[in-house]
Antibody
Framework: VQLVESGGGLVRPGGSLRLSCAAS????????MNWVRQAPGKGLEWISH????????YYADSVKGRFTTSRDNVDNTLYLQMNNLRDEDTAVYYC??????????????WGQGTLVSVSS | QSALTQPASVSGSPGQSITISCTGV?????????VSWYQHPPGKAPKLIIY???NRPSGVSSRFSGSKSGNTASLTISGLQADDEADYYC??????????FGGGTRLTVL
């Protein structure tokens, strides 16, 4: 299993950025996917979850209405469109594969992350 | 403030055992019941080390173990090694199709 994020960079407040996560080594269309971020000096924060078919997408309140998660099950790629970016969105963004165990849902594989810096 | 509370830091010497607690876990199906644990070394990708309270994914060392008592889940690392030094996070799924993380615990190997 390999997850490789890309698309991070420096953007001004109010700007937009699209992150990608290229997946390989597993049947991408059979798994839900997630975005998790870590701001400098802070802990992990879950921000989005998209079902395997893309039929349902969930967001943390902190990004709802500004961020959009999508996926392409042909190209095996997960996306995060980030609009109206704020200083507090500065973080390393990770994509992570979701797994439905017998009792709960957890994140079993993670990418290395891509850094998003929001600053004027 | 996270709904799952962890100590900010723990430390131990090589060969020792340490335990990291995660408080806020519930027996109520509507709350945080089945905790997972992640190891996050600085500058690297997080790694799942325990799922559903006490299960280890394939390839994870048996030195890592998880348990739960009342509203507290625990991660124990035995035979501490230098490369265990990392941040450790407990986590749970929610009924709202989201994931919640504890604040994280920095493990220092002395």
């Amino acid at each position: 299993v390999q997850l490789v994020e890309s698309g991070g960079g420096l953007v001004r407040p109010g700007g937009s950025l699209r992150l990608s996560c290229a997946a390989s080594g597993f049947t991408f269309s059979g798994h839900s996917m997630n975005w998790v971020r870590q701001a400098p000096g802070k802990g992990l924060e879950w921000i989005s979850h998209i079902r395997s078919s893309g039929s349902a997408i969930y967001y943390a309140d902190s990004v709802k209405g500004r961020f959009t998660t999508s996926r392409d099950n042909v190209d095996n790629t997960l996306y995060l469109q980030m609009n109206n970016l704020r200083d507090e969105d500065t973080a390393v963004y990770y994509c992570a594969r979701g797994y439905y165990g017998s009792l709960s849902f957890f994140l079993d594989y993670w990418g290395q992350g891509t850094l998003v810096s929001v600053s004027s | 403030q996270s709904a799952l509370t962890q100590p900010a830091s723990v430390s131990g010497s090589p060969g020792q055992s340490i335990t990291i607690s995660c408080t806020g876990v519930s027996s109520d199906i509507n709350h945080y019941k089945y905790v997972s644990w992640y190891q996050h070394p600085p500058g690297k990708a997080p790694k799942l080390i325990i799922y559903e309270v006490s299960n280890r994914p394939s390839g994870v060392s048996s030195r890592f173990s998880g348990s739960k008592s009342g509203n507290t889940a625990s991660l124990t690392i035995s035979g501490l090694q230098a490369d265990d030094e990392a941040d450790y996070y407990c986590s749970s799924d929610t009924i709202h199709n989201s994931v919640v993380f504890g604040g994280g615990t920095r493990l220092t190997v002395l």
